[in-house]
C-alpha cells in the first residue's frame, strides 16, 4: 500500500472502501410506489433442465397443466453452464401432486438438478416503472437484513420476489421503511 | 381449462431493439448488484426486462434487458461494473425483444401457460428468458422472431387488433 501524495492508497474496488463510503452516508430518500401485494400459501420448485434445442420447459409445464396445477409464477433463463434454470411457484396443496408427477418424469425430462421450498410467498411491489432504484432498493434492502430471496422477476407493472413464508412479515416490515406508500 | 379460444387477452407490447445482459454467478450479498443498478439509474436506462434467480454454492444469476441505444451509452463502463459486482460472467445477447402477454391469468387456469409456451416451442421460437407473474408473462425472444411470435400467440390467445 502507497501513501505518496496524489496514488490511491486503496484499490478502488475494495469492500472496505465500499462499506466506509455507506457509512455516515445519509439514509436514503424513499421510493414513493403504491402498494405491496402478498400471495397466498405457495409452494416453489427449481429445476435444472437441459439447455439447446431439447428444452423440456413447456413439457414442464404441459404436465402441470394436465394435473390442474395452477402456476403463479415462472422465472426461466439459461445459466452460465447452458442449461435451463426454471423457477415454479405453484399453489401450496399442489405440491404433492408436483412432486409426484416431476418424480414420474425425470429421466425424460431430463432433469439434472431439482429443489423445492414447501412455503413460500411472492411479495410484489407496484408500479414498478422499469425503475432500476426499485430492484435495486428490494434487493439490497432484504439481503441487508439477512432475508433469502429465492427469485426475483418483473412482469407488467410489478417487481415480484419470492421469500420462505417465515421471511414475509419481516420483510413487508422492512420494505415499509425504504418505499413510501400513499 | 376452457378453450384456447376463449381465454382474451390484452393486445400483445412488444418492445425491440433490446440486448440483454446476463451477469452470471454473482455473490449473494448485501448490495452485490448495486453498481450495475447505479449506473443504469445514473444514466436513466430504463430496465425492459429483469430476472434474478439461484445459481447455486450461494450465486445469483442476474439478467436485464435494456434499449441498444442505451446500452451504447453505458458500455464504456461495464467492465468496472463486472469488477465490481465479481460477476464470473457477463454474456450479452444482442437483438432481442420482449413480448409481454397480459391477461390470460396464469395463476388460476391450469394449462394457461403450457398454451403459450408449447405454441412458441411448435413454431421453433426459443424464448431465452421469460419472467411470468400472475398474468403477465414477459418473454425474451430473438428480434428476427417477433412477427412469427405474433402470429403464433394471435392463433393461440383471443388477442383484440390495436385501435387505429
Known sequence: MSFLAGEPVMDKHSKTLEIMRRIGAPKPEK???????KSP???????????????SFSTVLQLMGDHEINIRFINKYRDSAGNTSLCLCIDAESLDT????????ESSLGIRDFMYHPQVRIISIYPHKE??????????T????????????NASSVISCVLNTEYVEQALACLADVFELP | ????????????KIRRDLIQLSFLRIPTRP????????????????VRFFLEG????????????????DFTRIEPELDEVKTRIQAQAVELVHSVAVVRILGPHFDIRPGASALLFGALQRADITVFCNATTITSSLCVISDDEVETAERVIGRTFDVPKKKK
Open chain 1, 41 to 55: 400459501d405457495l409452494a416453489s420448485l427449481t429445476l435444472l433442465l437441459p439447455g439447446g434445442d431439447t428444452d
Open chain 1, 142 to 153: 432484504l439481503r441487508m437484513h439477512g432475508i433469502d430471496i429465492l427469485s426475483t422477476n
Open chain 1, 98 to 105: 408436483a412432486l409426484i408427477v416431476l418424480d414420474a418424469n
Open chain 2, 54 to 69: 439461484c445459481a447455486g454454492d450461494y450465486n445469483r444469476d442476474l439478467i436485464i434487458c435494456i434499449s441498444n441505444e
Open chain 2, 1 to 12: 381449462m376452457g378453450s384456447a379460444e376463449t381465454l382474451e387477452i390484452f393486445p400483445l
Open chain 2, 31 to 46: 448490495g452485490a448488484t448495486r453498481p450495475l443498478f447505479d449506473l443504469l439509474e445514473r444514466h436513466n436506462v430504463p
Open chain 1, 31 to 37: 421510493i414513493r410506489i403504491s402498494g405491496f401485494l
Open chain 1, 131 to 140: 425503475r432500476p432504484r426499485v430492484a435495486e432498493r428490494l434487493l439490497t
